[in-house]
Nanobody, 120 residues
Framework: QLQLVESGGGLVQPGGSLRLSCVAS????????VGWFRQAPGKERELVGA????????NYADSVKGRFTISRDNGKNTVYLQMNSLKPEATAVYYC?????????????WGQGTQVIVSS
């Protein structure tokens, strides 16, 4: 059973940077497509970006494109979300999600989330 633990959240001023980590245990993360999601108070969870295990491609929501970057360190079984030029509207709980199709059935796993607050 894959388990995910996010870390790296905190309080940062507008324009600042944070790097979130998603560390996996129980299985190797490189066979999973990994997405970063966020959920702001009173809003639905939304996809921030994803790293595709099949071809190594990444894609991002328009709202973060050019400022956020997803990367992998397979040796550490970790996926990162580098967030630059943060805006107050980025305040949310950030979750990582690992997804794959196994024996024709979808398998998805979530971490517990890490809080990001962007405020002066």
């Amino acid at each position: 059973q894959l388990q995910l633990v996010e870390s790296g959240g905190g309080l940062v001023q507008p324009g600042g940077s944070l790097r979130l980590s998603c560390v996996a245990s129980g299985s190797t993360l490189d066979i999973y497509t990994v997405g970063w999601f966020r959920q702001a108070p009173g809003k639905e969870r939304e996809l921030v970006g994803a790293s595709n295990s099949a071809d190594g491609s990444t894609n991002y929501a328009d709202s973060v494109k050019g400022r956020f970057t997803i990367s992998r360190d397979n040796g550490k079984n970790t996926v990162y979300l580098q967030m630059n030029s943060l805006k107050p509207e980025a305040t949310a709980v950030y979750y990582c999600n690992a997804f794959r199709i196994r024996f024709g059935l979808p398998r998805a796993y979530w971490g517990q989330g890490t809080q990001v607050i962007v405020s002066s």
